[in-house]
């Protein structure tokens, strides 16, 4: 990785409301997303990783949705482990029994072809039944990032790129939505992003 996720990095992104690429507000909604889909599909969480979990913005409010649920807040970076005492490491090497509920949220483009793609693989061991992913893609790039407020430090693919990768372990389910593969949740055809 060539960023340096120190903290003039959380600063100027995630810190800084004049700078950040994301807000509280989106993040809280995000989480209702993630925790309205598991409970649709009647997934029991337990156990959840947020994989790249940055600052946290996630946490309370996945917490407050599974109250049961242990957290486990994975970061690769060194600034914001010490800050916030998450689990460091890389998600391309990170080792721990499997979760019913892991969330990768803009990490994956931070990472080169060949990280990124053990990353992935790691994410079909690490999860046992749902994976919400989002990475910026080059058509983001092009398309829909605010590019004043988005870091341009990163490998720009296609959607394709993660899908082919992520269909090994996963079956899609529609937006940023992965099942695991054998896992016993059933959703409909129509709620499928394969139509």
């Avoid at 490491?89 to 990490?107: N, Q, R």
Wanted: charged share 25%; net charge positive; with cysteine.
């Amino acid at each position: 990785m060539t960023t340096t996720f120190d903290k003039q990095y959380y600063q100027r992104f995630y810190f800084d409301t004049r700078t950040a690429v994301i807000s509280k507000v989106e993040m809280r909604a995000r989480a209702k997303l993630i925790a309205a889909y598991a409970d649709h599909i009647g997934l029991p969480v337990r156990r959840m990783l947020d994989a790249g979990c940055g600052i946290g913005l996630l946490r309370a409010p996945l917490q407050r949705a599974f109250p049961r649920a242990q957290y486990t807040g994975l970061e690769y970076s060194e600034y914001l482990c010490k800050r916030f005492g998450w689990t460091q490491g890389s998600l391309a090497t990170f080792s721990a029994d499997p979760f019913d509920l892991v969330i990768c949220y803009d990490v994956l483009q931070y990472l080169d072809d060949r990280t990124a793609a053990r990353a992935i693989a790691n994410l079909g061991r690490l999860s046992r039944g749902v994976l919400y992913l989002s990475a910026l893609t080059a058509r983001d790039w092009r398309e829909n990032c605010d590019r004043t407020r988005t870091d341009r430090e990163v490998h720009l693919r296609d959607a394709a790129w993660y899908g082919s990768r992520l269909r090994r372990h996963f079956r899609p389910a529609g937006v940023g939505f992965w099942i695991r593969r054998g896992a016993p949740l059933t959703t409909w055809e129509m709620e499928t992003a394969a139509i």
